[in-house]
């Protein structure tokens, strides 16, 4: 079976551009949550969706976006991207919606480099 | 304070030692604890997940954890230099729904 898969795989942009990020989930899965990581820090925790609705959100300012569509795929956006935006986009899927249990698994990750 | 906390390290061990690796976190209401291996340049893969107090053995992984004192670790028996990783202390927080909060990760050196 297939695993999480995001893409692109990496990404340049220039400050003040938009980026859109994609990742669908394992087969079955229905959650999808994104982190952010920068280089010797862990994940940070940006948004979790389950069944199509935000089930929650990290601290990042609200030009950070995401939807999930009715096939559980999501999409993470990301508007006049900084020079601090340049890290490591996450995508994690997970059976459920966080119940105890809910074991989130990575995608191979978008390397977003912001010039 | 951190809400999950790991030393940064490096650690380093000889081929066929015991490593250990250590995780602090500050909600006490915490109900579930992860553990993920990321090679450099690579996205975190989970090893092992502990909701009860006490150990858990997958293979040459043991996860240890005590809700009393608020400390989640991983034993990696007979370490190879393939364990050569940054091991990440994940902790889905109490009515937070999936979220995880990481450590920073703790660097992991084998010596063949």
């Known amino acids: 079976d297939a695993g999480v898969t995001q893409s692109p795989t990496h990404l340049i942009k220039t400050r003040g551009q938009h980026v859109t990020l994609r990742c669908s989930p394992i087969?079955?899965?229905?959650?999808v949550s994104w982190y952010q990581q920068v280089l010797g820090q862990g994940p940070q925790f940006i948004f979790q969706?389950?069944?199509?609705?935000?089930?929650g959100r990290g601290n990042f300012p609200d030009r950070f976006s995401a939807r999930q569509f009715p096939n559980y795929s999501s999409e993470l956006n990301v508007n006049a991207l900084l020079l601090g935006d340049s890290a490591l986009y996450l995508c994690?899927?997970?059976?459920?919606?966080?119940?105890?249990?809910?074991?989130?698994?990575f995608g191979p990750g978008t390397r977003l480099t912001v010039l | 304070q951190k809400e999950v906390e790991q030393n940064s390290g490096p650690l380093s061990v000889p081929e066929g030692a015991i490593a250990s690796l250590n995780c602090t976190y500050s909600d006490r209401g915490s109900q579930s604890f992860f553990w993920y291996r990321q090679y450099s340049g690579k996205s975190p893969e989970l090893i092992m997940f502990i909701y009860s107090n006490g150990d858990k053995e997958d293979g040459r992984f043991t996860a240890q954890l005590n809700k009393a004192s608020q400390y989640v670790s991983l034993l990696i028996r007979d370490s190879q230099p393939s364990d050569s990783a940054t091991y990440l202390c994940?902790?889905?927080?109490?009515?937070?729904?999936?979220?995880?909060?990481f450590g920073q990760g703790t660097e992991l050196s084998v010596k063949p």
């Open positions: 994940a902790v889905n927080p109490y009515n937070q729904g999936g979220k995880l909060i």
């Open positions: 994690a899927s997970s059976f459920s919606g966080g119940e105890i249990g809910g074991t989130q698994y």
């Open positions: 087969s079955g899965h229905k959650s």
């Open positions: 969706y389950y069944e199509k609705e935000e089930r």
